[in-house]
């Protein structure tokens, strides 16, 4: 009898942790489940709010102090002595090279461009057709010292329905409605070692 009493308590705890963590799991997809909240779409969230996971990103544009158009981007942390984020061999390639706007603009087709963005001397060509990712020290050694993103928009249209002519005519008006990103660059982006 008691070890009938005590299955059925580890049941019932089990039964409950379960039943109660079943609206965070990003696998459930919400089935049979009551306790589910459906997370609205968030189109231009601030970066620094939490972004659901069904987050819709918006395009981003930006001016660099050099020709870097063909060198992948990686973010380093605010001190500038380590990797954040960088992207796979197979993540990069002809798709990912931004696309030339009108008054110097770049369109990052990638998702690269952030707080603490670098540019590495790899190409995206030569990047892609890497066996493995580089050591994150090499990538270190690979950062172009002083080349860095000038300024950078994110736009009042999402990533996936962006082309270069609707970009150009957001340009074209001002950049209405468009978020300037460049005082993250500014103050995440200290001077190379």
Known sequence: MKGILISTIAMSLCVGACAG????????????????????VVIGASPKTTRPANYLPRAVIYKTNGDYNNNVTVRVNPAGDAL??????????????????????????????????RFLTYTYEQYHALPQVPEAETLMKSIIP???????????????????DKIDYIIEHGLQYAEEIVPQYQLQAPSDK
């Open 21 to 40: 963590s079943r609206g965070n799991n990003a696998g459930n997809n919400g089935e049979n489940d009551s306790q589910a909240v459906a997370q609205p």
């Open 84 to 117: 954040e984020t960088y992207p796979g061999p197979g993540d990069v390639g002809e798709n990912s090279v931004p696309v030339a706007l009108k008054g110097g603009w770049l369109w990052d087709r990638r998702g690269g461009i952030g707080p603490g963005t």
């Open 146 to 164: 002083g080349a860095r993103v000038t300024a950078a928009y994110r736009l009042p249209i999402l990533q996936t329905e962006a082309t270069p």
